[in-house]
């Protein structure tokens, strides 16, 4: 009996391979607007390690490297993440696709691919409604045990905050106190 042209790897892997590039997709569409600061909007208030001297006086040039950090960090971490997933899911499918190793390791990288691609589709689709709510900019990134949810904002109100938990919860299906929120102004 003549099995079909596609067996259950490979309609895996496909299937694997399209949520990536939708995960990639929605990554680069919800942050086309980017996270760094303007020279008109950059924010006035104290950074972490910003030297402030017994004058009064701020340094510049510490004022001015945390500012740089501190507005670039969405779009720094949302690239590091992805170059790390990119360089796992390479040798993930490596793997995969290695004649030399066995069944079983073949079915465990599997099975991290498409636990790793879930993740990045769930990271994504948090960060899109976190975003079509309102808020400027968001970094979702779900552990193994936990999720942190980093938002761009200078204080949370109490509706803003179910609304997070909510879409966090819904999304990842991570009871509530795994939920961890991070403010950054």
Known sequence: ????????????????????????WLNMEYSASGGGFSEETE???????????VNGQVSDELKETS????????ETTRRERNEAREAAIDELEDTVSDAK??????KAAVEKLTALTTRMD??????ALLKAKGFKDVLAVIGDND??????VEKLLENEIIQIQDIATSQSGMPLEKVK?????
């Open 43 to 53: 924010p006035t208030a104290s950074y972490l390690g910003q030297a402030q001297f």
């Open 147 to 152: 999720i942190n949810i980093t938002v761009k």
């Open 181 to 185: 929120i991070i403010t950054v102004k």
């Open 122 to 127: 769930t990271e994504a689709s948090i960060e």
């Open 1 to 24: 009996m003549k099995k079909g042209v596609f067996g259950k790897k490979q309609l895996t892997l496909a299937v694997m391979a399209v949520a990536l590039c939708g995960a990639v």
């Open 67 to 74: 500012g740089n950090v501190q507005g670039d960090y969405f």
């Open 101 to 106: 190793i066995s069944d079983e390791v073949k």
